[in-house]
């Protein structure tokens, strides 16, 4: 090779560098904000009471064994246990008007297929590492709503030491009514929560019953998770949770709230 065409190559060398750089300077700026979704995934909404607003739904959290009762009667001791989390996906939501029985499908996969009523608290913001006095200031409102699951196997693949996801985490596995703001109704404390069957009562529980309260529930998540505005929280069931077949209707009463109804259709 001689000097010119040894110079020439190395220009050529320097601009494929130069070409590569822009490239990479290029394809960082497609990944800024900028940049086009591929598709619209929707977001999950719950009403707001008496608004033209809705709640934008985050992430759906969910405690378990939150009653002494009830830890009991699922075969744990109330009185030894850390508090325990897991999650359902945001189109897990099916929203219950007030003063509707709404259509609720029998889900596949389950042969025993059962509720679980609970209080849900919304959050207006969150953080990491909460402390217990601050937790509430991080609550927009609560609703009323149903913690669905397929029991069988929830218990099926826990014996089994696999993940309990398809018990829990399943279309539609978390009816729930609208939100109200805390600045409408305030707290809760020690309400009555109950839910009966074909108008059988089956649960009923006050809210002072919970093992852990709300506040302490935000704390603890906190400390797993940085928690943000669009979070929600089931609090937890209290005991007598059972089996629902086709045709039966549930109601579920919190104190303050409208009654929630599904029919199992
Ligand atoms: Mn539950």
Redesign the pocket.
């Known amino acids: 090779m001689d000097r010119i065409s040894r110079r020439d190559s190395l220009k050529a060398g320097l601009a494929a560098i130069a070409a590569t750089a822009t490239v990479g300077v290029s394809r960082e700026a497609n990944a800024q904000p900028a940049a086009k979704a591929l598709f619209t995934v929707e977001q999950t909404f719950i009403p707001i009471a008496n608004s033209t607003q809705q709640f934008p739904v985050r992430r759906i959290y ?3 064994r ?1 009653y002494a009762a009830h830890a009991r009667e699922m075969g744990s001791d109330p009185t030894r246990e850390p508090p325990f989390f897991f999650q359902k996906p945001t189109d897990a939501i099916q929203y219950v008007a007030p003063g509707q029985v709404v259509d609720h499908p029998y889900p596949s996969l389950t042969k025993n297929y059962h509720y ?1 009523v ?1 209080l849900v608290a919304a959050l207006k913001s969150g953080g990491k590492d909460i402390s217990i006095e601050r937790a509430l200031d991080h609550v927009y409102g609560y609703a009323l709503g149903l ?1 669905m ?1 397929r029991r069988d196997l929830q218990r099926m693949l826990g014996d089994q030491k696999k993940p309990w996801e398809i018990g ?1 985490s399943f279309d539609r596995s978390a009816p729930i009514g609208p939100i109200y703001p805390v600045s409408a109704i305030g707290s809760f404390s020690k309400e009555t929560i109950s839910l009966a069957v074909n108008g059988v009562i089956k649960q009923r529980a006050t809210l002072d019953q919970m093992i852990w309260s709300v506040a302490e529930q935000i704390s603890k998540l906190s400390e797993a998770n940085e928690l943000f505005a669009g979070d929600i929280i ?1 609090s ?2 209290p005991e007598n ?1 059972g089996p629902v077949v086709k045709g039966d209707v549930i109601l579920c009463k919190l104190d303050r709230l409208p009654d929630l109804s599904i029919k199992i259709t």
């Open positions: 969910c405690i378990g939150n679980e609970e913690d699951t829990k089931y937890g069931t949770v």
